[in-house]
């Protein structure tokens, strides 16, 4: 159930990378599995891709920690990319309306800082949600990720709520490493 929830997910989240092409289920598949990151195989090895959901996430307003909020987990993305230098480009899904043209930045293990860029003109409501590395910052990102042990992305929504989502970057290297082989 698992699996089939995720593999439905990633078939919207890759519409919308490229709105141009459309999957269906069996057109893209988990390929592997490495402790909190999934390798996500589509028929087209331009857009093979790892995600991880957060294992944590706090909202605060105001100054003060929410209990609850209406949002979906987030998940941090890594795909592979042939015009980026470094082979690869970083994404957040932050599963609710971010800051438009918002900075927000992906610490890892409270020393290393990537920035990622929401849209200044979102083309439609779930690009609203995404936020994006500078091409600058691919290899950086790659490089972090895979000595780290823990990341925390800081984000803003549309109507100011500050978030913190958690990821365990336990299995990167080797997820990175699966996805190498497998899309070749």
């Known amino acids: ?31 592997a599995s490495e402790k909190n990151w999934s390798v996500f195989n589509p028929k087209d090895k331009n857009y093979c891709f790892i995600v991880s959901q957060s294992i944590k996430d706090e909202a605060f307003r105001n100054g003060e920690k929410l209990s609850s909020v209406n ?3 987030g998940k941090l993305f890594v795909q592979k990319s042939q015009t980026s230098t470094a082979g690869f480009v970083g994404s ?34 779930e690009e609203k949600n995404w936020a994006w590395t500078q091409s600058h910052d691919d290899k950086n990102l790659i490089d972090y990720l895979k000595i ?6 800081e984000a803003v929504s ?7 989502d958690t990821f365990e970057l ?3 290297t080797k997820a990175l490493k699966r996805l190498q082989e497998i899309c070749k």
């Open 1 to 31: 159930m698992k699996k089939k929830f995720f593999q439905s997910f990633l078939i919207l989240v890759l519409i919308f990378i490229n709105a141009k092409m459309v999957l269906s289920e069996e057109e893209i598949r988990m390929a």
């Open 148 to 153: 780290g042990n823990k990341a925390i992305m």
């Open 92 to 125: 957040f899904d932050a599963g609710y309306p971010l800051k438009i043209g918002g900075r927000f930045i992906l610490k890892i293990d409270n020393n290393k800082k990537i920035v990622f860029l929401a849209s200044p003109e979102p083309k439609n409501s």
């Open 158 to 164: 549309h109507r100011g709520t500050i978030t913190k």
């Open 170 to 172: 336990t299995g990167f």
């Open 71 to 73: 949002r979906d987990r």
